[in-house]
């Protein structure tokens, strides 16, 4: 069962998740990045530019989703470095720190709790959050065109592209896309006909949006929304 809720970090999630069946899980991307914890383990999920499968069988996971392009500053790591990967926290970290922090996670009356901690004592270290790029995401998911975007925060296209891969693990207009998506589902799975979803969320036609779900999400909108995914 996977449940999530607002986390104390500003912008970020935060769940846990024990499937009750074994299968593959489809993870959709997102424009995030997760620290999580699964089996006693510290791990970083990177920014995904498609569905990642898991397939670990039963057993419980937890986890805190950063807002887009605020897990690097924290992690110490660029986010094109971990483009979809998923990496132990000590392949980053000195393993000596990861013991304790995982130990510390381990001994909290549960994981997510114990993760968010480990996440607000790492945010109260770091600088605080690029203002410019919330606004790169805000813009973006409201549909401006990329260009328009880097216009009117005064960036220039290659300047926009550099600090996007840093923040994001990827270009501007693969989060738009990836943004996009997620606006797409969230109006189909809110019963919105899938022409009026293309329409609303940005798509050229219907035809646009399945070709997008399949190639993000590796399986059609209808299967997708089935929970076959």
């Given at each position: 069962?996977?449940?999530?809720?607002?986390?104390?970090l500003t912008g970020a999630v935060v769940w846990s998740n024990t499937p009750d069946r074994d299968g593959v899980g489809r993870v959709l991307p997102d424009g995030c990045m997760d620290l999580l914890w699964h089996e006693g383990r510290l791990l970083v999920a990177g920014p995904d530019t498609h569905a990642y499968?898991?397939?670990?069988g039963p057993g419980a996971w937890a986890g805190?989703?950063?807002y887009p392009g605020t897990a690097p500053a924290l992690l110490g790591v660029p986010a094109h470095e971990l483009r979809d990967r998923r990496v132990e926290l000590a392949d980053l970290w000195p393993a000596s720190e990861v013991r304790r922090l995982a130990d510390r996670v381990n001994a909290a009356p549960d994981p997510a709790s114990g993760l968010e901690e480990v996440a607000l004592r790492q945010?109260?270290?770091?600088?605080?959050?690029?203002?410019?790029l919330r606004q790169v995401v805000t813009a973006l998911d409201a549909g401006r065109p990329v260009a328009a975007t880097a216009d009117e925060l005064g960036l220039g296209a290659?300047?926009?592209?550099r600090r996007a891969l840093a923040a994001f693990g990827y270009g501007p207009k693969t989060l738009a896309r990836i943004l996009?998506?997620?606006r797409?589902?969230?109006?189909?799975?809110?019963?919105?006909p899938f022409a009026d979803t293309a329409a609303r969320a940005g798509y050229a036609d219907q035809a646009h949006l399945a070709r997008d779900v399949r190639e993000l999400a590796g399986l059609p909108l209808g299967e997708l929304l089935a929970g076959h995914g």
């Open positions: 069962m996977y449940v999530e809720w607002a986390s104390r499968l898991t397939g670990d805190v989703r950063f945010a109260a270290g770091a600088d605080p959050p690029d203002p410019v290659r300047q926009l592209h996009r998506l997620r797409a589902l969230a109006l189909a799975r809110h019963g919105v």
